[in-house]
């Protein structure tokens, strides 16, 4: 059996996968407008969502679903960025859910969306790769300020989950924006690993039959 082609075949595969494996930053976002360039961005109002409906597959035909999610669950209008209707973590008069999180079909390379909690407190934000933490981080938050966009750009994920330690645990979300997913540093070594563990084996079958 010839070996150079696929040794050539597998040097090509692993310079490409280090060229992917460029380093990419992972940021955390908080300002006024959330990502400069969204591939896709989602005002929940697609869907026709009742007061304190549950939420959870609702925009699965845009890439999303939902867990311990409800829909306007609070009237208040005079919130920045969010309005008409929101995803948040609890139904009106109802103690908030533990557990609020975004699933996406296909992983993205950022999100961001607006956030309202009560003022004065502090919100978590995770994201998630198959369920492994790629990322998390904290970050004041509110009501009154319109500077309300929160998210992560320059990271591979799949979930976020969102949680805040005001005074009644409630938050919601409205104008969420996404960015398709660019290989990351991860998955380029994971690949490189790979083809590296394929050529080895291909090296002893030759030399087995030699």
């Known amino acids: 059996m010839n070996q150079k082609p696929l040794m050539k075949t597998l040097a090509a595969a692993s310079a490409a996968a280090l ?11 908080h300002d006024d407008t959330g990502l400069l360039n969204p591939d896709h961005s989602i005002d929940f109002e697609s869907v026709v969502l009742g007061h304190n409906q ?3 597959n609702e925009f699965a035909s845009l890439g999303l679903s939902f867990e311990s999610a409800f829909a306007n669950a609070d009237t208040t209008s005079a919130v920045a960025h969010v ?19 975004i699933h996406f079909q296909a992983p993205v390379s950022a999100a961001a969306f607006a956030l309202a909690t009560a003022d004065g407190g502090q919100s978590t934000f995770e994201a998630y790769f198959h369920g492994t933490l790629v ?6 938050s509110g009501i009154s300020s319109p500077v309300n966009f929160y998210g992560f750009t320059g990271i591979v994920f799949d979930e976020l989950r969102i949680r805040t330690d005001s005074v009644d645990h409630a938050l919601m979300i409205d104008n969420l924006q996404t960015a398709a997913a660019v290989p990351e540093p991860a998955s380029a070594g994971l690949l490189l690993a790979g083809l590296l563990g394929l050529a080895g084996c291909a090296r002893r079958r030759h030399q087995a039959k030699t």
Request: no cysteine; proline share 5%; net charge neutral.
């Open 135 to 140: 990322e998390a981080h904290q970050a004041p």
């Open 83 to 101: 309005s008409g209707n929101r995803i948040g973590n609890f139904q009106s008069g109802v103690t908030a859910r533990t557990g609020f999180a």
């Open 54 to 56: 549950p939420v959870s």
């Open 19 to 29: 060229a992917f494996g460029s380093s990419a930053q992972a940021d955390f976002l």
